[in-house]
């Protein structure tokens, strides 16, 4: 039976640090989801939910420059869980997704219309 470790994400990019690792370099960033349901009342609700994000530039992970707070993006990739211990000695949890695969999402601006 194969495993599979596989998650989809299509949202907004929040805080974004790029930084040189040896010969490749890596962007941690995060990014949210929003969900629009209606409740029982039916009300209107958002449901955000956001995610951290590392991604290695590679073939199918290109152009982390254009990597900006606000710009929508679909990732591709793998979570990842880590357990560590905080400063305070409290221990924790990660969830982090490893990103395989990203898109730039065209914002309405950047929209050309051709005549």
């Not at 629009?36 to 609700?45: L, Q, S, T």
Request: charged share 30%; net charge neutral; glycine share 8%.
């Amino acid at each position: 039976m194969e495993q599979i470790n596989r998650i989809e994400l299509l949202g907004i990019v929040g805080s974004v640090r790029t930084q040189q690792i040896g010969e490749r370099r890596m962007s941690k960033f995060t990014m949210v989801t929003n969900r629009a349901y209606k409740n029982k009342e039916g009300a209107p609700v958002i449901e955000s939910t956001w995610h951290n994000v590392t991604a290695f530039e590679g073939r199918q992970v290109q152009n982390l420059d254009r990597l900006e707070k606000g710009r929508p993006v679909h990732v591709w990739g793998r979570l990842q869980i880590q357990h560590y211990t905080g400063f305070d000695g409290t221990e924790r949890t990660s969830v982090d997704v490893l990103c395989s695969r990203l898109e730039f999402i065209r914002r309405e601006e950047e929209v050309v219309y051709e005549m």
